[in-house]
C-alpha cells in the first residue's frame, strides 16, 4: 500500500460528489499532486438516497451554467473514465397553474436556448402526451424539458473518484480531518494517518462544512452561514399500470414538477417517488440540546410522514395512479441549505489560500460543474464564467445564525418560488438598519435588502398596497410606479435625497498606495481633492469589479464600492497588498446620503454648507453642512446636479433632517436603479461582470494601455484591441408591453440569438422601456433594429448612440 501522503498541493475535505468532481478535474487538468481525505466510505458521500435529479432549470444563470455542465459531463462520464452508471435521461416536465409561472417558464427558456439547451412551453394537452398518467384539467400548461433525467448518486461517485484516481488523483479514506495549522504560506492538514502539508485546502464536507469550518476560524474563517434542513421523500411499491406502461413503452414516465404546489415526482423502478419541499418544513441540530452527531453518515431522521400529508393528497389527485400504491420506503435524510439556498463554491472569505465547495442543496445535479468551478478558482484563481451567485463571499457578518435558519426554512418551504422582480422576502431581515431607518420608515419606507442593510425601495403614500401580494407579478406596474414616478420627477425638477447605508467603504494609504492602485487598475488615478471610477480588470481583462477612488492626498484613498460587493472587493484589494500599507473597512462606521437635482445647490446654500459649491463634478471636500463635520463628494448616480454627503453614522440623524427640512424630497432604490440607466451607469454583478472584458463592456475610456504600470489583463486587452470585440455593450430603446426586459433575456436579430440583456427598466425622464445589453459587435451599430424576448415576448429593441439617453452631454450634473 501506498504510504499516506505528506505533501500535496491541494487536500480536499470531503469525499461526496463535489469533492469528488473537484479531485477529477483537478487531475484531469494535470494537477496531480492533489489528495482527497474521506472520512469514510466513498459513495455519494455522507447524504443517502436512491436517486439524484439532474434538472437544467434554474433561476440563477450560473447556477444553470453548473447543472447544463454537470448534465452534458454525465452523459459521457461512464464511458470516459470506463466505469458505467445509471443515468436515466427522461426528460422533466414542470406544471404552471398561473399566467406568472408560464411567463416564467418562457424566461428560463429564453436563457436555456442561449446556453444551448431546448425546453420548451406546451399547452395542458402537450403535456398529457408526455405523461400519460397526469391530470391536466386545471394547469395554465407546462415546460419541457428534453435533457432532464436521475442518475445514482453513489455511482457517479465512483465514477468520478476512478476517474480521478486514474488521472494521477489520490484519495485516503476513513480518514477524518482533525485538524490545520500553517506554517508561513503553507497549510499543515491533521489526521489521525498522519499530516499533509499543502497549498491549497477546500472544504468539502457536504453538510457538515460548518464543523469543518470551526477548523479555519484560528486563521481569519468566519462561521460558516449554512442549516442542514431534513428532506424526505417516499417511494411506492409497484404500481401495475405504470410496470405496464413501460413494458409496452420501454420508457420511464419524464420527471415530473409541480412546482406550485411545490413536489418533484419520479418513476423509480416500476413505481413512484415523491419528494415535497414543504413549507411547513424543519431544521436539524439547531439549538444547543440537539447537536449535530459526530457522525451521521448513511443515518436517517425518522419518518415524518405527517408533515407530508397535504402534498401526497394534492400529488394523489395529480397522477391519480399514485394512489393505488403503498408506501414502499420513506427517505428522510440531511441536506444542507445556505440561505439563498444556492452553494457556496469559490473563495473562503478571509482564509488565504483556501476554498468552499457545500453547501448544495442539488449536488448531485450540480457537482459536476461545480468541481470545474472550484478548480478553475483554485488553479487560476478565476473562473471561466462569473459565478458571483455561488460566491461565498456573497454573505457577510450579518448572517449569524438567527438569519441562516430564518433564511433556510423559507426557502426550503419556497423552493421552487418565483422571485418576482419587486418582491422582497420577509424572512432574516433588519440585519443592519441605517441611523434614520425608523425615519424612512415612518415617510412611507418600502424596504429592500442589501448585503444585510435595509434601504428604502420606495416611498409609499397613504392608502398604497404595501402587501406581499402585490408584488406576485412579473409586471412593470404596481402600487410603486407612480411613487417611483413623483421620486424621480422630484430629483428631475427640484431636488431628492436617498439614504444610503451599507455602502462598502476602504481606506487605502501609506507609501506607495498610489502606485500600488495603479498596477490594480486599468485607468488612471484622480488628482488629490478629487474621485474617478476605477476599473479592476481580471487577468484576462475581463471585469472583476469597479469601485469609486477618492483620494485625499499623494498615498491616501477612500475607495467606496457596492453594499453587496463589501467582503469581494476588500479581497481585491487586500490580494498582495505591500507590507507598509494600511487597508481598514470603515462600512459600518459611515453613512452616506444622496442630494441630488437642480436645486440641490440651493438646498446647501440654505443650510449655511461650508464648502466650495462651485468645486467642479468629481471634486471631493470636507465641509460643515448645517453647522455639521462631513464629506461632499459631487457625483450623482442618478445624473443630476448632486453631492454625495459621507459622514460619521451618529451625524447622519442630523444631517438628513437638515436636509429633509430644506425640502430635499425623498427616493429610494429603485427610482435610483431607473435614473442609473437613463444614465447608461453599469450595475455590479449585471452589466458588470467577468462575463465581459473591460472592451467588450464599452469602458475603453477606463483603459490606459499607454500607462507604464503593468495590471492584470493589460495583455489580453492589447490583444483584443488588436482582433477585435466579438461583443459590444448598447444601451437599446425596447417597445416593451407590460414588462421590462430582465437580466439575461435574449436579444434577437432576425432567427438568431445576438446577445443578452444585463439590465433593464423603465426609465422615468425618457418616459420609455430601456434595456442595458452585450450584442454581437456587428450589430452595434446605432439604429440597428433588434428584437429582445422579455417573458417569451419579442418587443422591437433599438440600438442607440454611445450616451446617456437622459441629459447625453452631461450637463445637468456639470452645472
Ligand atoms: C432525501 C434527499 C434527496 C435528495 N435528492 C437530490 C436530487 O434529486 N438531486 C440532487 O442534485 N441532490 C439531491 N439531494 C442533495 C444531495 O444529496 C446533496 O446536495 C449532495 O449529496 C451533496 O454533496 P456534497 O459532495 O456537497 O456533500 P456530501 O455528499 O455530504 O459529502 C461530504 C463529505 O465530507 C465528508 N466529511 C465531513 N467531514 C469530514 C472531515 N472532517 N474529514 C473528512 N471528510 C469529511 C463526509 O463524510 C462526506 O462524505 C438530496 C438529498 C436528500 C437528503
Sequence with gaps: MAEFPSTARVVIIGGGVVGTSTLYHLAKAGWSDCVLLEKNELTAGSTWHAAGNVPNFAGSWAVMNMQRYSAAMYRTLGQDVDYPMNYHVTGSIRLAHSKERMQEFERVAGMGRYQGLEMTLCSPEELRDYHPFLETHDLEGGMWDPLDGDIDPAQLTQALAKGARDAGGRIERFCPVEGLDRDGDDWIVKTEKGEIRCEYVVNCAGYYAQRVGEMFRPFGGRRVPMVVMSHQYFLTEEIPELAAWTKETGRKVPLLRDVDTSYYLRQDKNGLNLGPYERNCKAHWVTPEDPMPQDFSFQLYPDDLERLEWYIEDAMARVPVLGTAGVGRNINGPIPYAPDGLPMVGPMPGVKNAFEGHSFTFGIAQGGGAGKVLSEWIMHGETEDDMWAVDPRRYTDYADHDYCLAKALETYGHEYAMHFPHHEWPAGRDKKLSPVDAKVRAMGGQMGSYNGWERANWFAAEGDDTSEEATQT??????????????????????????????????????????????????????????????????????????SIMRHDEDHFTLITAATAEWHDFDVLNKDLPGGLSLTNHTTEFSTLIVTGPKSRDLFQGLDTQADLAASWLSIQTATVAGIGCFLARVSFAGELGWEIHAANADIPALFDAVLGAGAKPFGMYALNSMRLEKGYRAWKGDLSTDYSMLEGGLERFVKLDKPQDFPGKAALQNEKQQGVKKRFVTLLVEAGDADAPYMSCLWHGDAVVGETTSGGWGHRINASIALGMVRADLAAPGTELEVEIYGQRCKAVVQEDQPLWDPANERLRA
Design 474 to 547: 412579473w409586471d412593470r406596474n404596481g402600487p410603486w410606479q407612480a411613487r417611483i414616478k413623483g421620486e424621480v420627477e422630484a430629483v428631475r425638477d427640484a431636488v431628492g435625497v436617498l439614504d444610503l447605508a451599507g455602502f462598502s467603504r476602504f481606506n487605502l494609504s501609506g507609501p506607495g498606495a498610489a502606485e500600488y492602485l495603479r498596477g490594480k487598475i486599468s485607468g488612471a488615478l484622480p488628482k488629490p481633492g478629487r474621485m474617478t471610477l476605477g476599473y479592476f480588470p481580471d487577468s484576462r481583462g475581463r471585469i472583476l469589479t469597479e469601485m
